[in-house]
């Protein structure tokens, strides 16, 4: 695909939902690896440990791929590591160890609430302290209406706590700046180094070092199947194909024209969710539709293009 072509609205578009559509359907096929390796909901040391496998295997999946479209093995230059490094802590390391933390000491409501929180920050991050872009009232306006959305859709029929914790909330709002900031550096970093390479180093180093966070907690995996592995492969390849093709976008975009349809994530999670297990009374309500209304309210303000005075 020509690179004039990855700038167009349409296009940005269509692949920003392909990559929403595979983290969606991340959800159920993380909830069925569990089950499948007997990992305990609560057993955070094994949840790093199991995030991490998938990582490396998402890597390695990446930097293959790479290498058979280059007919060539790749390699990993100085200048690919002095830049893959900081964005695997922010992106693998920081956001996921956070994350798995998080969710561990929060309730499923305020979770997912919080974690829309990242494509607003990643926008504020780019336009008031990178300065990447410029920030705008159209951008801002779309933001609080995807945020709204995501909001609008966990709070109907449920209700909200206010209580804080360092390691619920707080450790959810540290996983959301941290995907914040590598969103932010992706699209810096893609200028100076192809992002397919960057993608797959950062994910390998990643990987690897969560499972040995992981592995040093005291987390452990007893059960391997044929489905689990299989399981561990899905979710590898989803990781290698959207964080790949999001930074392909982000390298060609500003933040904000990709970030806003990150507000898309929790609404294929529910509609797979229920096309998977059934929960189609949970998926289709009042809650649903609104949000999505707002949330595409939000992805058509962002980028629309005002017009030119005359």
């Known amino acids: 695909m020509k690179k004039d072509n990855l700038t167009k609205t349409w296009i940005v578009a269509v692949l920003a939902v392909v990559c929403c559509m595979l983290w969606g359907s991340a959800i159920t096929a993380i ?18 440990l199991f995030a991490g496998l998938r990582f490396t295997l998402a890597g390695v999946l990446v930097l293959v791929f790479e290498s058979i479209r280059q007919r060539k093995a790749v390699r990993l230059t100085s ?28 309730s499923g409501v305020k ?48 209700q ?10 707080g450790a959810l709002t540290a996983s959301q700046a941290a995907y914040a900031l590598s969103t932010v550096l992706i699209n810096i970093f893609s200028q100076k180094e192809a992002p397919v390479l960057l993608s797959g180093c950062q994910f390998f180093i990643g990987g690897l070092m969560l499972t040995g966070i992981g592995f040093c907690m005291g987390g452990r995996i007893h059960t391997v199947t044929g489905a ?70 939000g992805i058509f303000i962002v980028n629309r293009v005002p017009k030119q005075k005359v």
Not at 31 to 48: C, Q
Not at 79 to 106: E, H, M, W
Not at 160 to 169: I, K, T, V
Not at 286 to 292: E, F, K, M, V
């Open 31 to 48: 909830k069925t690896g569990y089950r499948l390796m007997n990992i305990d909901a609560s057993d955070t040391a094994a949840i790093i």
């Open 79 to 106: 200048s690919i590591l002095k830049l893959a490094f900081p964005l695997c802590l922010a992106q693998t390391v920081g956001q996921y160890f956070f994350f798995y933390v998080g969710v561990a000491n929060t």
């Open 111 to 158: 979770s997912s609430i919080i974690n829309g929180l990242g494509n607003f920050f990643a926008i504020l991050l780019s336009c008031l302290v990178f300065r990447t872009e410029k920030f705008t009232g159209r951008k801002f306006a779309g933001c609080v209406l995807g945020f709204a959305g995501v909001a609008v859709m966990n709070l109907m029929g449920n």
């Open 160 to 169: 909200l706590d206010m209580g804080f914790r360092l390691s619920g909330e």
């Open 228 to 297: 689990a592995f299989l399981i561990l492969l899905y979710l590898a390849f989803v990781s290698a194909a959207a964080y790949t093709l999001w930074s392909v976008l982000l390298a060609h975009n500003e933040v904000s024209k990709v970030a806003v349809y990150g507000f898309v994530n929790p609404l294929f999670s529910i509609f797979l969710s229920a096309a998977v297990l059934g929960e189609f009374r949970q998926a289709f309500h009042a809650g649903t539709l609104t949000a999505l209304l707002l949330i595409s309210a």
